[in-house]
Antibody, heavy 123, light 107 residues
Framework: EVQLVETGGGLIQPGRSLRLSCAAS????????MNWVRQAPGKGLEWISV???????YYADSVKGRFTLSRDTSRNTVDLQMSSLRADDTAVYYC?????????????????WGQGTTVIVSS | DTQMTQSPSSLSASVGDRVTITCRAS??????LSWYQQKPGRAPKLLIY???NLQSGVPSRFSGSGSGTHFTLTINNLEPEDFATYYC?????????FGQGTKVEMK
């Protein structure tokens, strides 16, 4: 079964760092593009980053320079290192697998989602 | 960066109704437009990809259309389980963006 499980959320003080992990099962993160999406309380969805299978990474302007993606092939995880956290980073953070069409052409959509992990930035 | 304008932000409908939600992109995104359904406390669920393709397992009452900058999601014969919030998402080039969401409520 294809599944994603996020861990690492919690209560963290402003300015501190936190690392989220997304563990995949049923597929390899190495061969897929993996995304992080967040949702602040009562708000809409915000795409924040993607790790392409070839190794390129992209970030939303709101997190660029503060958040960093990494991939661990042995653990089959994609991690999100978050630094200089602010109150407006408070959200549920979802990991999502990129979707492919025929012939493994990327569709730039997200077809498998984790259950999310909650990050609360507060003093 | 591409901005996505989704409308309406909310609507009231009854079981059996036809519902249409619109997303407009600030620039052409070709057909890289997806639609998601989200229920409270749950992760989003992919409904439509590449503007008009139904994701496996999604009921055929859901359909998508459009290209370039104007896209629509239509739900025919609304069912009780369809009351939820719907989001469009562009994937033309990163950073990707979501629409603001449309909450479909029971009339």
């Amino acid at each position: 079964e294809v599944q994603l499980v996020e861990t690492g959320g919690g209560l963290i003080q402003p300015g501190r760092s936190l690392r989220l992990s997304c563990a995949a099962s049923g597929f390899s993160v190495n061969n897929n593009y993996m995304n992080w999406v967040r949702q602040a309380p009562g708000k809409g969805l915000e795409w924040i980053s993607v790790f392409y299978s070839g190794g390129n990474t992209y970030y939303a302007d709101s997190v660029k320079g503060r958040f960093t993606l990494s991939r661990d092939t042995s653990r089959n995880t994609v991690d999100l290192q978050m630094s200089s956290l602010r109150a407006d980073d408070t959200a549920v953070y979802y990991c999502a697998k990129g979707a492919y069409g025929h012939g493994r052409s990327p569709l730039y959509a997200m077809d498998v989602w984790g259950q999310g992990t909650t990050v609360i930035v507060s003093s | 960066d591409t901005q996505m304008t989704q409308s309406p932000s909310s609507l009231s409908a009854s079981v059996g109704d036809r519902v249409t939600i619109t997303c407009r992109a600030s620039q052409s995104i070709n057909f890289y437009l997806s639609w998601y359904q989200q229920k409270p406390g749950r992760a989003p669920k992919l409904l439509i990809y590449a503007a008009s393709n139904l994701q496996s397992g999604v009921p055929s009452r859901f359909s998508g259309s459009g290209s370039g900058t104007h896209f629509t999601l239509t739900i025919n014969n609304l069912e009780p389980e369809d009351f939820a919030t719907y989001y469009c998402q562009e994937g033309n080039s990163p950073p990707w963006t979501f629409g603001q969401g449309t909450k479909v409520e029971m009339k």
